[in-house]
């Protein structure tokens, strides 16, 4: 049997990859230093915490939407690309788990897309940053700029 980690204690956990990934970044080292190490905690202790991947999502792109039976019909997209998100948190000034939270409330959220608007996406380069100019509020905006329709995710679990 799981154990269950209540949400506090999650986000201290999370807080904690936040600040060691801080601090490795001053030492001058490469994001392939420590980017796994804060994307892990957020996707198992936030995102996917006690769901699968089909219920974490909060959107799906109406051609996915019927993909979704399928095995491997979708792809677990990240509206704002983690690099995005990573770099939000890296700028907090004191990482405490409330403003870690409100970052991850405001930028971690994901949508189903189908695997040809996933090649979509990196085909007019935004597989990882936002369009230009975003306004840091529409988390949908990737998606609108390459043309592709959401909707909310009928099977979304709010953890």
Not at 31 to 38: E, G, R
């Amino acid at each position: 049997m799981k154990t269950f980690i209540p949400l506090n204690k999650r986000l201290e956990l999370i807080t904690e990859a936040v600040l060691y990934a801080k601090k490795v970044r001053s030492l001058g080292m490469p994001s392939s230093c420590y980017s796994k190490a804060v994307r892990e905690p957020i996707f198992f202790l936030w995102e996917c915490y006690r769901k699968k991947k089909y219920q974490a999502a909060r959107f799906v792109s109406n051609t996915g939407l019927n993909s979704m039976g399928e095995k491997w019909g979708v792809v677990y997209d990240h509206c704002v690309p983690f690099r995005v998100l990573q770099d939000k948190l890296l700028c907090l000034d004191s990482p405490e788990p409330l403003s870690i939270r409100q970052v991850l409330e405001q930028y971690a959220v994901a949508c189903l897309i189908t695997k040809d608007e996933d090649r979509l996406l990196t085909r007019i380069g935004l597989n990882n940053k936002m369009p230009e100019p975003w306004n840091e509020t529409d988390v949908l905006a990737r998606y609108k700029t390459a043309g592709i329709d959401v909707t909310e995710n009928p099977n979304y679990l709010v953890s």
